[in-house]
């Protein structure tokens, strides 16, 4: 990243023709550029249509214009928007004439967001919550993220934080400044008791990190069974457009083929396989491997036996259906009782009731939960880091009390990098405030 002292600039808006193209200026020159080239600063956070020219006078469009005076927008620096007509011709000529002026250059991937946080307009957290916000598909995963973009996480993780300073406060005061009549000597206790509910409480929101990866980057349901099985079939039916490559030929799906589905607002990944059997061509036995690999990490397993197939068996077991496809041949009724169900692409018998089941296991995995769950693999490990920090101070907490207490500022520490607001100086405001030391 270039310096924070330059002023950026950029489309903020999206792809290119639309019915508006919003163009986002934040530095110390924003208004100096405004005035350039809009003759004028608009009043702050009301929009006004102006005229906007290039160095040579020309028009370049009517436009609307908003001001944003830092520290009171998004970046926390001054900001200008400009709302132009969506032609590529009309941005493409404004975003030359922004780079003509002087102190103003391109702003980088995130930059804006990024200054957001350098000026304390957001946390990690709330900016991880925006960027998952714009990439998200499914209303579910719009509630994750707005989850972490309004702060819920933030609040959680900076609660948690607090409640480790305050007991290593606590335990250090305990020790320095015994012979205080105003500081506690019984404090320990009760201390260590809420040490106990926090590293629960951290333990059971790691738990829900399983659920915040299904809604994120989707349930994972994959396509197996022997070469003409019906899996390539069935991808295309459920996607409802043709995607996979659908022959007689045994072995046609060499790779694993993805659709992404959105089932009752999830996320539902679904993988079509290469077929599953022992053969001598090198490539499709690549492809075999990798359709195992799959399946071993699927969080749900369809296993499908064509009707046509007496011979094959299904693979059973916890998160596997068991599915006969192409029921309308000849022996699929009278095998129809050994399958969870049955299926016929070609009439379109059972699609319904197999995408009903996929969203009742999916409800059963994420019922009772809420969205306050980890979502990224970053957050993750920093509350893992936090909980054996935790864990290592209740260990020693009969030790001399500098021990633990240090193990608990490296916990706080953990929680502090989950946000990017890490102060170790929070400490001596506890110590001082809670105990009147040294008035």
Known sequence: M???????????SGGLPSGVAVIRLSGPAAFAACTIIAGSVPSPRFARLMKLVDGEGGTIDQALVLSFPGPASFTGEDCVEFHLHGGRAVVNHMLECLSALPDLRHAE???????????????????????DMIAAETEMQRRLALEQAEGH???LYNGWAERLIHARAMIEAELDFADEDDVPGSVTAEIWKDVEALAGELGHHLDGSRIGAI????????????????KSSLLNALAKRDIAIVTDIAGTTRDSIEVSLDIGGYAVRLYDTAGLRETDDIVE????????????SADLVLALVAADQPEAVAAAGEGILQILTKSDLAGGTERAADFDLTISVRRGDGLEQLVELIAQR??????????????????????????????????????????PAEAL???????????????????????????????
């Open 2 to 12: 270039s310096s924070g002292s330059d002023t950026i600039y950029a489309l903020s």
């Open 109 to 131: 991937a995130g930059e804006f967001t990024r200054r957001a946080f350098e000026n304390g307009k957001i946390d990690l957290v709330e900016a991880e919550g925006l960027s």
């Open 153 to 155: 996480h933030s609040t």
């Open 215 to 230: 809604v994120r980057d989707g349930f994972k349901v994959v396509l197996t069974g022997a070469p003409n099985a019906g």
């Open 285 to 296: 036995r690549e492809g075999v491997r990798r359709a195992e690999a799959l399946r071993d």
């Open 362 to 403: 999916l409800e059963n995995v994420v019922s009772g939960s809420n969205l306050s769950v980890p979502v990224r693999q970053r957050q993750i490990d920093c509350l893992r880091q936090a909980g054996s920090h935790i864990d290592e101070a209740l260990a020693l907490r009969h030790h001399s009390p500098e021990i």
């Open 409 to 439: 500022r490296r916990a706080a520490d953990s929680l502090g990098r989950i946000t990017g607001r890490v102060d170790v100086e929070d400490l001596l405001d506890v110590i001082f405030s809670s105990f009147c030391i040294g008035k």
